[in-house]
C-alpha cells in the first residue's frame, strides 16, 4: 500500500519467488532485504549484501513511512 500511494508502485499482485542458479550467476549484485531471521543470506561469492529490515508487519503505519 505505501509503495503505490507513495511512489506509484503496486505491488499486490507481487509475491517472493525463488532465486535460481541462473538468476545469481547473471546478477551484478544481489540485496536481500528482510529480517535476518526471516531471511537466507548469500555467501560473498555471489556479490551479496544484506539490508536489515525489522519485521514490516509489526510496524505501526508511522514507523513504517519512516522506514521507507
Same mark, same amino acid.
Given at each position: 500500500m =505505501? =509503495?503505490?500511494?507513495?511512489?506509484g508502485i503496486d505491488m499486490s499482485g507481487q509475491r517472493p519467488k525463488m532465486l535460481t542458479e541462473d538468476m545469481l550467476k547473471s546478477a551484478s549484485k544481489i540485496i536481500t532485504v528482510?529480517? &535476518? *531471521? *526471516?531471511?537466507? =543470506?548469500? &555467501? !560473498?561469492?555471489y556479490n551479496a549484501g544484506h539490508w536489515n529490515i525489522p519485521?514490516? !508487519?509489526?510496524? *505501526? !503505519?508511522e514507523e513504517k513511512e519512516k522506514s521507507l
Open positions: =505505501l =509503495l503505490k500511494s507513495r511512489y528482510c529480517n &535476518p *531471521d *526471516d531471511c537466507v =543470506l548469500l &555467501p !560473498e561469492s519485521k514490516f !508487519e509489526a510496524m *505501526d !503505519e
